[in-house]
């Protein structure tokens, strides 16, 4: 769940800075396929099958395409997705240079697993399509789009399902929020967690706020499917017009 930057200072530095160390198969953002990844044809068919299956039948995944396609960034599968391997326990990544999403294959098992990863990383996807994200250079932006990546993604409404019976449901989602943002960014960024903290706090609560392209906290697979039913229908509404 990392985003890097389309960060052009001296390659070292921005492989130890931005995350690329975690994504070995990458190489300054370049799109790039090792032969090594196609010697793991078993995981890099079964991340394809997971990816596609959905692409095509998350209501999450499924909204933010459309968005995107509405904003002129429509998402091709073979060249907008990547699945690799990925070093630690990394479960994808959004390269901004390259505007891919990473998917790690090595690392992702199971469908509801992948579902949240496409959504998580299509709302970075989303987000670098709409604004121009300084990815790099503005920690702010960075902070944002972690939050609304967190926040829409599901990442934190699956844990409230299990922990839903020992906490405030609000404020366990916000408490959620802001650790996993703040996570993400002292992943790829090399600075402390007072600054990190700093940042998150600053913006957390306009973009935790912002629920574009949902209109809504998507709690649930049932949020989504409203959600998306309701992005269907506006789009329909206007195009009567
Ligand atoms: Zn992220």
């Not at 790039?32 to 959905?54: P, R």
């Not at 789009?145 to 599901?154: M, V, W």
């Not at 706020?209 to 949902?214: S, V």
Request: hydrophobic content about 35%; charged content about 25%.
């Amino acid at each position: 769940m990392r985003t890097f930057p389309n960060y052009t200072m001296d390659q070292t530095k921005q492989e130890e800075e931005c995350g690329y160390d975690l994504f070995p198969e990458r190489n300054q953002g370049e799109y790039k396929k090792s032969v090594f990844t196609k010697t793991f044809f078993t995981f890099q068919h079964k991340c394809q099958a997971m990816l596609h299956f959905a692409m095509e039948t998350s209501p999450y995944a499924k909204l933010l395409l459309g968005a995107m396609k509405n904003s002129g960034c429509k998402v091709f599968k073979e060249r907008h997705f990547s699945c690799e391997d990925c070093s630690g326990t990394v479960s994808g990544g959004f390269d901004a240079a390259s505007s891919q999403i990473v998917l790690c294959q090595n690392n992702i098992h199971q469908q509801s697993h992948m579902n949240r990863v496409v959504t998580h990383e299509l709302i970075h996807s989303f987000d670098h399509c709409r604004a121009h994200v300084d990815w790099f250079n503005n920690l702010r932006h960075l902070a944002c789009s972690e939050i609304r990546a967190a926040n829409l993604s599901g990442d934190c409404s699956f844990i409230n399902e299990v922990s839903r019976l020992n906490f405030g449901l609000k404020e366990h989602h916000q408490e959620c929020v802001r650790g996993r943002a703040l996570r993400s960014i002292l992943a790829v960024r090399k600075i402390s967690r007072e600054e990190a903290e700093k940042i998150v706090d600053e913006v957390f609560d306009s973009c935790f706020n912002d629920h574009a392209p949902f209109g809504r906290i998507p709690h649930s697979k049932e949020d989504a499917k409203f959600a998306y039913r309701d992005y269907m229908n506006k789009d329909r509404y206007y195009a009567n017009l």
